[in-house]
Each structure stands twice: as C-alpha cells, then as structure tokens.
C-alpha cells in the first residue's frame, strides 16, 4: 500500500518533471491515491489512543507531508505575504504550520470513532476536488472535500472543505484579523502565531 | 386530514404577505450580486455592535443554559427533543420545497410527515432515516433564493446570530407563516417554538467546542462568524462560489 502510493508520487513527479507546466499530468486518480493516504493516515492518528500532544504532533507531520504548507500559509496572509522577506517567510510558514496543527490537532478527539470515506475526484481548473465524507457517531455525515494540486511537482492538498467552509479562506478572515491587531507588523504576527491555537 | 386540506391552502394565502416581503426585498437586494468569495457588509458598525450584544447573552445565559441542558438530559433525550423540532419544521420545509418546485424534497418530508409520525411516535423517533430518506430541511431564504433574489448585505440579528438580508427576510416568514403555529390553537401553537428552543440548546451543547472556539478564541470573532455563515450558507444553497485568488499556481509570496 505504501509502496504503491509512493510509485504512483513518484511517477507523477516525473511526469511533472517532463511537463513542468501541465497541471493535467495530475489525473484524478492520483489526487484520490494521496486523499485516501491523507485519510488513512488521519484514521490512524484517530484511533491511536494518544495524548493530545502527541496527536497535534502527529497531525502536524500529516500537514506537513500531504499539506502545500507554503501556498495555504501565504494564500491566508493574502497581499501582504509579498511583503515578507525570505528569512521571515520560512518563519512565518513555519509558525503558521504549528498554528494550525494545535488549532485542529486538538479536535482530533472528537472524531473518535469515526471515519472519512473518499467518494470520487472533479477536476476543476487546475486543481482537483476530491470529494469525501465524514460519518461521525451521533452526528448526520457531512461533505468534506480535499482540493489538490501538482504546483510544487508533489501531489499536495492546499484546501480542506467543511460543507462549504474553506480551511483557507476561514485563515486567511482570522491572520487578517491578528495581523490587523498587531498592526500590521509582520513580525509580531509570527511571534503571536507561535502561541496561538 | 383536515391537517393536511388545509396545508395545502396555505402556499395561496401565504402569497400576500410574501408580495409585500418580495417588494421589501428587491429593495434591499438591488445594488448587490454576491455570487463570489467576496462579503458585502455595509453597516459592519452596527452588525459589531449586536455582536458584542449577542457574545454577552451567549456568555451570560446561552451557554451556562445550554451546558446545563446538555449535561442534565442525556444524549438520548435531546436527540427526542431534536428529532422532534425537526418533524414540527416539516410542514413548513414542504409548503417551501413546494413553493421552490422541488417537488422530489416534497415527496420525502411529506413521506417523513406521515411515516415518522405514524412509525415514530408523532416523531420523537426518526424510522424515516432509517430507510433512507432523508429530511430536505429548508426556510425562506432558500426559497428567495430559488427565486433569483439576492442575499443583500450581511445581517447579524440579536440572540438569531449571522443572516443576511434575504435571509433575515426569510426567517420572519419563517416564524410567523410556521404551518404549525398557525393551524394549532393557542397554547400548543408554542409546541414547535419551544421543541426548537430546546433542540438550538442542544446544538449549542453539542457543538459548544466549537462554538466557543469561533466565539472566544478567534483574533475577530465577528469576523469569523460572518466568514464562516457566509461560506456554509452559500454552500447550502448550492450557490456556485468563484473564489478568484483559488489558484494554486499563482505563488502567494509573489515569486
């Protein structure tokens, strides 16, 4: 299984390599292969009993593997990101990234139980939309939809949609408003990242 | 049953008032086509001050109530109270699914009107879901919105939360029009109002993690819940959202 999946990244990434502008040489079933890692990978986090350290730590090595981190952590400061300098951009994705893992590593208890299944693959644009569900114990199951894309020549997720609420577009209202609260300054929006979540 | 010859009176006398409203909102839906990411909020000022109102009636009785709601009645029963709330909402869920064309949603909320009534003990229990067919729940608003009316500016009403203007528009008729409020007498019309009170106690209880999240830890909580109704109710309404900046091939940082 494992093997596979990453015969089927590699091949991808080759074919990318050849054509380094074509994001249709990520087919649909490419974008479901590293979906459904993403899944199984999160059921395992899931159902591993462990503490809530561990899980915000596990979830973050799953963002950061399957997760175009950069694009999601620039696409959430918006215009403002063109104006980081390059050491501040590493520190910005890399705050950003342990930001998100304690927001939402945190809930991972309360898909105790349940279970995501892939249900099929859209191509929109240049991306794909990968559509799934999540059946939760004692909860109706709801849509929650992967988009990925080949931009960095990795198949990555850049999105994760919750019956319509965007992972990205949810951020991208919530730095705005830290950045606004410290000013604009870019600086104080790392450090204040650093212990938010 | 007279029930059921009177319900379908209703949509013909339910049209008057909606005339009115349907003046009432191409007024406050004309200088605006929200199809896109983008949030149109005009009176923000205001919005933010019913906002702060709303976060003190949460803070003060909503959310003690509800965690006391949420703690006293176990989950079996407020899942009672839920299924209940729900079966009350469906006659007015079919006059709108009707009155949309939608006539397959008709179907299945009239299916589960007399099945869980019948097999569901008046509809505390939920055999309709069971056999699959599940409830086409809606309001007003989408039937507005399955008109072509627009959403208008963003609306955060007192104790209701995040609306819009069609949608606030949508919700009063969806009190005062409530095929059960209307055709029941007077103290059991409140039957429906109170099972949904009860069922909005749950919710908040159930999903009080994240609730208090958007409320009390975000950098903006208004700016969060606005984001967020906004997204999940255009996603409801099937509305197709053209996010313009959703290019993964365009580099954030400007490279």
């Known amino acids: ?197 | 049953m007279t029930l059921f010859s009177r319900l379908r009176q209703r949509p013909v006398r339910a049209f008057i008032p909606m005339l009115l409203v349907g003046g009432l909102l191409a007024g406050c839906a004309s200088n605006s086509t929200v199809t896109s990411a983008e949030i149109y909020d005009p009176r923000e000022e205001a919005n933010r001050e019913v906002h702060e109102l709303n976060l003190a009636i949460d803070k003060v009785i909503f959310r003690p109530v509800s965690n006391g709601y949420g703690t006293f009645v176990p989950e079996n029963g407020r899942l009672i109270v839920s299924n209940f709330a729900d079966h009350l909402s469906l006659p007015a869920d079919i006059v709108n699914n009707v009155l949309q064309g939608d006539l397959k949603g008709a179907g299945s909320n009239s299916f589960r009107l007399v099945f869980n009534t019948l097999f569901g003990f008046g509809g505390i229990v939920d055999p309709s879901s069971a056999v699959h067919v599940p409830r086409r729940k809606t309001d007003f608003g989408e039937t507005f919105h399955v008109w072509g009316v627009n959403e208008g500016a963003y609306v955060e009403l007192p104790l209701l939360g995040p609306s819009t203007e069609r949608d606030t528009v949508g919700t009063i008729l969806d009190f005062t029009l409530d095929p059960v409020s209307v055709l029941l007498p007077n103290p059991e019309k409140y039957i429906g109002t109170a099972a949904n009170v009860a069922d909005r106690l749950g919710d908040r209880y159930d999903l009080r993690t994240t609730i208090d999240s958007v409320l009390y830890e975000s950098a903006d909580s208004y700016a969060q819940a606005r984001s967020l109704y906004l997204q999940n109710r255009r996603f409801e309404l099937g509305v197709e959202v053209q996010d313009d900046d959703l290019d993964p091939f365009a580099d954030p940082f400007g490279g």
């Open chain 1, 1 to 197: 299984m494992k093997r596979r999946d990453f015969l089927a990244l590699s091949s991808a990434s080759a074919a990318v390599s050849l054509l380094p502008m074509q994001a249709s040489a990520l087919s649909s079933a490419e974008a479901e292969v590293l979906v459904n890692s993403v899944v199984a990978d999160i059921n395992k986090v899931i159902s591993s009993g462990k503490s809530l350290n561990g899980m915000i730590s596990d979830f973050e090595k799953i963002f950061k593997r399957y997760g175009d981190v950069s694009f999601i952590a620039g696409s959430a400061l918006g215009p403002d990101a063109r104006r980081l300098s390059g050491g501040q951009q590493n520190s910005y994705v890399s705050a950003f990234t342990g930001y998100i893992s304690r927001k939402y590593g945190k809930r991972f208890n309360e898909f105790a139980g349940g279970r995501i299944e892939v249900n099929g693959t859209k191509q929109v644009k240049n991306y794909y939309e990968v559509n799934s569900t999540a059946f939760l114990p004692g909860q109706s199951p709801f849509a929650v939809n992967f988009l990925v894309s080949n931009r960095t020549g990795k198949n990555l997720f850049f999105d994760m949609v919750i019956e319509g609420i965007s992972l990205r577009l949810s951020e991208k209202s919530e730095i705005g408003a830290m950045l606004d609260k410290n000013r604009g300054d870019l600086n104080k929006l790392i450090s204040a990242l650093k212990t938010s979540g």
